[in-house]
């Protein structure tokens, strides 16, 4: 089976991560140090704060970001659960925006109508996760805009996106967004095993974040509600997590980063080729945001259904059955039953639902040989009817 993604580990990885087993410092020493200063520095961000994943970085992004009991946030349903779910763990409601048709992420336009109505009823959301879905930036030039003119908070979720650039910057450097998250799951762009990290360059957010990453703790007398008892002396001032990141995985983080432009150059190269294999079938390829200079974590087409004797479900069964391990992302996180509990229903957004019933995410990793690649390519003019063009 040719997997939809997968890790790129080699020797240096398995180096750096034995170094640090046999050190002094397994969690909270000097590689996770490291780790941070060099993601910060490559993203031009003020500060990197590492965590135990994704999940838990929206979690503590929203937490500092204040949001409660009685807030609103709004994301995508084009995204994976977690972007929605930061928002129920801290008591808030959830929102969503409806999705492009053409870039898949969170339609601005859309956005702006829904907050001038939610102006008008006093239900302004405090956060908003902007997913860079599959890798590619929103409109966050425009969100950015929004976001000052509405008084809420940005939060890119850009858990695909470690190595894009947006209006010509490394995306988390906070240009547009007040927080940015990072995902270093296995299948996205550098991996760390599980881990992940929240990008800002507001001093007293970073602070926070460390303090909520671990256990709501301080060891600086100045954030003491009395005078240190001692060198052994922290206090515990809100309630906190452990989520913190072990050295080891800092460690392969690090290791990971040196090869990150050749992760993305790979990609970017497998990506031209599929726009150029696939572009005589009746597929929608992706489109490109003007701005946006995508790390494709992911590669989605949409089936042109309508011209096709298969089903989506048929083309997807097919692609498996010949060994192309395709993926759906994603199913619209509104219509899952936890949130149909909460009072959504199919049709809410149909954008996002229209694209889930013809979305496949094809193949697509540093690894990949173009041997792998003719393949899936191949079996998609075999399944849709077409026969294969030669190849470049
Ligand atoms: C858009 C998005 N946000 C958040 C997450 C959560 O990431 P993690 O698995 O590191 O918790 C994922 C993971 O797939 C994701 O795709």
Redesign the pocket.
Known sequence: MIPYGRQSVDQADIDAVVEVLKSDWLTQGPTLERFEAAMAERCEAGFAVAVC????A?HIACLAAGLGQGDWLWTSPN??L??ANCGRYCGADVDFVDIDPLTWNLDTDALARKLEVAASNGTLPKVLVA?AFSGQSCDMRAIGELARRYGFVVIE?A??AVGADYAGRPVGCGEFADMT?F???PVKIVTTG???MVLTNRPELAEHLRRLRSHGMTRDPGQMDEPSHGPWYYQQVELGFNYRMTDMQAALGLSQLNKLDGFLGRRRQLVARYQTLLADLPLTLPTLQAEADSAWHLYVVRLQTDLLALSHGQVFEGLRGAGIGVNVHYIPVHLQPYYRDLGFNPGDFPEAEAYYAQAISLPLYPAMTEAQQDDVVEQLHRLLGETRPAAT
């Open positions: 994943n994704a999940t838990a929206l995204t994976f977690a972007s997913v979720d858990s695909h998250v995902s270093f799951h599980e881990g992940g």
